[in-house]
């Protein structure tokens, strides 16, 4: 669940169930679809299985515009471009992403950790959840999803407040002394001497009740650009592993300019054969280098020589393989003697 993880989420498939491990990983066979719960909350239902699934593939019309790649200013297609699209626009991705974020029990993801939702957190949520005004909906806008007004708060703040992110005992998981409670305590002698250590004072528990209520979580205490920071991280790790399962059959292409017939370049895969869905490639100087054809079958790009000695050009080759969405690109320097 994401590369680094998001602990703590109850998950079933046809045939298994359990909880996500300290890495996020979960069991499942291939085919087979996931539902993904925080405790007694459903967060997602249908998800096809993938060794690692991020929360952009947690919603039907999010999963189905990953399948639509982007194209960059070099004309070729990639993923990235649609990833940071959804990222922006979309609701659903957004709001859970943040809902998920605030659950963590440390509240931070920068340094490269996962996400932690412990069995304190689901317990509280559980019992809280049959107290809040309406169910938690992801697909709603995202400022309606961060409600957080004095006499307002959206059904997920409300969740978080009833959540106390420290051990039992602390302080902070107390009730915070009302406003009346504090009006009809005694003010705090002037003196040090004069004061009482069993007796809390009006301005203890003003501080008190600061305290406390500044250690309720809300949706708003992750910044949208934080969760876009941490989902374009995440899905960045994705494609980079990916890559490196991948490589030409040559980096650099020495080749003297009297040599004009078709020459091969192939997608290799470690341990394994290329399997592609699809592939294209362009030549950076089509006056020294053309791309003739290329195929998705033989996984590979033909080109030939155009232009002088002294000329050099890249062959970019990007290409997707049959069982993700994302695109890969290597390079082949052509270097004409």
């Known amino acids: ?17 359990g909880k996500t ?14 539902t993904l719960s925080v405790g007694n909350l459903e967060l997602a239902t249908g998800v096809p299985v993938e060794p690692v699934i991020t929360p952009l593939e947690f919603f039907t019309f999010e999963r ?4 639509i790649a982007g194209t960059t200013d070099e004309g070729l297609q990639s993923h990235r471009i649609t990833e940071q699209q959804l990222i922006q626009n979309s609701d659903a991705v957004m709001n859970l992403t943040r809902f998920l974020m605030a659950l963590n029990w440390r509240q931070r993801t920068s340094s490269g950790d996962g996400i932690e939702i412990r069995d304190r957190v ?3 949520l559980n019992a809280a959840l049959p107290l809040i005004s309406e169910p938690i909906d992801f697909n709603v806008p995202r400022g309606e999803f961060a409600l957080e007004e004095e006499e307002a708060l959206s059904p997920a703040n ?3 407040a009833e959540i106390c992110f420290y051990p039992p005992d602390d302080e902070l998981c107390e009730e ?4 009346e409670a504090i009006e009809n305590a005694p003010p705090q002698p002037e003196e040090a001497e004069d004061r009482d250590p069993d007796i809390e004072y009006s301005e203890d528990l003003r501080s008190k009740r600061e305290r406390i209520l500044k250690a309720i979580r809300t949706v708003g205490d992750v910044a949208v650009d934080t969760a876009e920071a941490y989902l374009t991280r995440e899905l960045d790790i994705l494609t980079t592993r990916l890559g490196i399962r991948y490589y030409l059959n040559e980096f650099v292409a020495d080749l003297p300019a009297s040599d004009t017939g078709i020459k091969t370049v192939n ?24 791309v003739h054809s290329f195929g998705w079958q033989s996984a590979s790009v033909d080109y030939f020589l155009a232009g002088e000695s002294g000329g050099e050009s890249e062959i970019l080759v990007n290409f997707k393989p049959s069982d993700t969405y994302r695109w890969v690109k290597k390079s082949l320097r052509v270097v004409i003697n």
């Open 64 to 67: 189905e515009a990953l399948k």
């Open 122 to 124: 689901i317990q509280q």
């Open 21 to 34: 491990g300290d890495q996020g990983q979960y069991r499942y066979f291939p085919g087979e679809t996931l």
């Open 1 to 17: 669940m994401t590369p680094t993880g998001i602990s703590g989420l109850s998950y079933q498939t046809a045939s298994r169930t």
């Open 158 to 160: 409300q969740l978080l």
């Open 176 to 179: 915070p002394p009302t406003l």
């Open 267 to 290: 997608v290799k895969k470690i341990a394994g054969k290329p399997d592609l869905a699809d592939i294209e490639a362009i030549s950076t100087r089509d006056q020294d280098v053309v």
